[in-house]
């Protein structure tokens, strides 16, 4: 009877035992397939990018004068003083310190008063007119070419005209007076 008993006992833990390898060997197969998938994944976005140019290329030459055009600011003029006191005296008279001083359909201007500068986003495809626009309204509003740049003005593209643009399109954030 003894016997018996013992048989039954390895008998269960025989089953016990080959269903924990099953399921040992099923977790460790799915890890695996898991695995595989991933790297699959992976050298389908690393050979797509690697094939594939950016769409918008950024300028280093021109973005590295535009950090040092920032990091080094000319100062202004006097007339060039007072057309900015004129540009920002619509966002004292609103009770607000930055904000949005020009607008049409191609560029909108803004002005960032933590940082004392100028962002201009362009909104088209059409970096060129966006920029002349820009710089046209500054200049109608008193500041010379040399006051432009020492604002200083930069650019940066929409998410909707970065979309557009085509593939390999090379960018400058400076304005075109002051490249």
């Known amino acids: 009877m003894l016997n018996?008993?013992?048989k039954n006992i390895n008998r269960k833990n025989a089953i016990a035992l080959i269903i924990l390898i099953i399921m040992i060997a099923?977790?460790?197969l799915t890890v695996l397939v898991a695995q595989k998938q991933?790297?699959?994944r992976q050298q389908a976005t690393s050979s797509s990018s690697a094939t594939s140019p950016k769409r918008i290329r950024y300028d280093?030459?021109?973005?590295?004068?535009d950090y040092q055009r920032f990091t080094n600011r000319s100062p202004l003029s006097r007339s060039d003083l007072k057309?900015?006191?004129r540009i920002l005296k619509k966002l004292r008279e609103n009770r607000v310190k930055s904000g949005i001083v020009f607008e049409n359909s191609n560029v909108s201007i803004e002005y960032?008063?933590?940082v004392d500068d100028f962002e201009a986003q362009i909104l088209t495809v059409n970096i060129n007119l966006a920029k002349t626009q820009a710089q046209d309204w500054l200049a109608s509003?008193?500041?010379?070419?040399a006051g432009i740049c020492a604002l200083p003005l930069h650019f940066y593209l929409s998410a909707q005209a970065k979309d557009s643009l085509p593939q390999g399109t090379v960018f400058?954030?400076?304005p075109l007076i002051c490249q």
């Not at 280093?60 to 004068?65: D, G, P």
């Not at 509003?141 to 070419?145: D, M, T």
């Open 172 to 174: 400058s954030p400076s």
């Open 4 to 6: 018996l008993s013992i």
């Open 83 to 85: 057309a900015k006191d």
């Open 141 to 145: 509003q008193g500041l010379s070419n």
């Open 60 to 65: 280093k030459l021109q973005t590295q004068k």
């Open 38 to 40: 991933q790297e699959t």
């Open 26 to 28: 099923s977790i460790g």
């Open 112 to 114: 960032i008063s933590s």
